[in-house]
């Protein structure tokens, strides 16, 4: 059964030894990430962001009782658990199937993963665009046609991170 936990990022690692501790070894974590790379004076930067940000998925076969639950609550690293995760266990397996299908094997998230309507605006967050806004005004199956400014541009849809403005 997944679970969908709020965390202290900077306790990620003790939260995961005290689960493994307290359930054993088979407790899965799963941390969608997503690698940006922005270009600045000739050098090219990498980050990696959760998707997620200070959400993680978990998966325990006894997350459906009660004392189980009530035994994690006060682990290092944990805020507390999304309430009503068990009403959607389908929709979170649907989302995970998502996000491996759209995957690297290094397991980052591609930009294909995301969804982008057309005639709405968007700021690239990864390459040489990084900061510039964008309009998407048509879109085919490997890349997006639309106006930065007053230019006409044409970028794949597999190499750049856009977030909507």
């Not at 936990?5 to 799963?30: A, E, Q």
Request: positive net charge; glycine residues 4%; charged residues 25%.
């Amino acid at each position: 059964m997944w679970a969908i936990l709020k965390i202290d990022k900077k306790n990620l690692s003790l939260l995961k030894n005290d689960f493994y501790n307290k359930l054993g070894k088979d407790v899965k974590f799963y941390i969608p990430m997503m690698q940006l790379k922005k270009s600045l004076k000739r050098k090219t930067f990498v980050r990696e962001i959760s998707l997620l940000n200070d959400y993680i998925l978990c998966f325990h076969k006894d997350f459906s009782k009660k004392s189980v639950l009530t035994s994690l609550q006060y682990c290092k690293g944990l805020k507390y658990f999304l309430s009503n995760f068990l009403n959607s266990q389908k929709e979170i397996e649907k989302f995970i199937n998502k996000c491996k299908k759209n995957e690297t094997e290094a397991g980052y998230i591609l930009p294909s993963f995301f969804d982008h309507k057309k005639n709405e605006s968007y700021e690239f967050i990864s390459g040489p665009f990084t900061n510039f806004i964008f309009n998407i005004l048509k879109e085919s199956k490997l890349s997006m046609h639309g106006m930065m400014g007053n230019y006409k541009i044409t970028v794949s849809k597999n190499h750049y991170f856009l977030k909507t403005v």
